[in-house]
């Protein structure tokens, strides 16, 4: 994880970020107890409920702003938002393997040195308190995205978590088999050295 510019400073970052450090953790455990004949299909539900919610924050929050701010284009927002759908097929599937994991990291990576250092550098109180507001909605809704914004209509701000895209995080999914890829064995010192990517800094 990564704390150069002092975006942590901002509540809505630093909690943005506890998330991102859990869902790292919780990837990799479902990742290395599927090599072993299938993760628990629980563990995959805990993870898919934290992806969720996760995932309706920043698309009603974080990624909004930034958009309005002109510090994110249309084209970025449907890459980040894409990505989110992929890791959460990738979970719900049978396929999910170390290479998903390093896509999770690598997606991660560019919002805290890209999307977060924008924040806390640009934002105003305003902003901020538009951001938190979307937290704390998501967190009232008692609902979850579970994808990306149907039709990217960010414009209905905070409202938009109402809607449930992609089913509930209690859906049964099953047991999750990995493909084991030798060549991917560095992901693993990645994962226990708190999201330090091998050959990235």
């Known amino acids: 994880m990564c704390d150069h510019c002092g975006c942590r400073s901002f509540p809505p970052i630093a909690e943005l970020t506890a998330e991102h450090e859990e869902i790292l953790a919780r990837a990799w455990a479902v990742a290395e107890a599927a090599r072993a ?7 995959v539900a805990e993870l898919l409920a934290l992806l969720d919610l996760h995932v309706a924050k920043e698309e009603t929050g974080l990624y909004p702003v930034l958009l309005a701010a002109q510090d994110l284009s249309d084209g970025q927002l449907a890459d980040l938002e894409e990505e989110h759908r992929v890791l959460r097929e990738a979970l719900v599937g049978t396929t999910f393997d170390r290479r998903d994991f390093y896509a999770l990291a690598a997606h991660i990576e560019v919002e805290e040195m890209e999307l977060f250092s924008a924040a ?3 934002f105003d109180e305003d902003q901020w308190d538009e951001v938190e507001d979307a937290h704390r909605a998501v967190e009232a809704s008692g609902r979850v ?4 914004t149907r039709g990217h209509d960010h414009d209905r701000g905070a409202g938009a978590v109402g809607d449930l895209v992609g089913g509930r995080p209690e859906e049964a999914v099953g047991d999750v088999a ?6 991917d064995d560095e992901i693993g010192a990645f994962a226990a050295g708190g999201g330090q990517q ?4």
């Open 37 to 43: 004949g299938g993760a628990p299909a629980a563990d």
């Open 120 to 122: 806390g550098l640009g």
């Open 145 to 148: 995205a579970g994808g990306p």
């Open 178 to 183: 990995v493909a084991v890829h030798p060549e």
């Open 198 to 201: 091998p050959g990235r800094r």
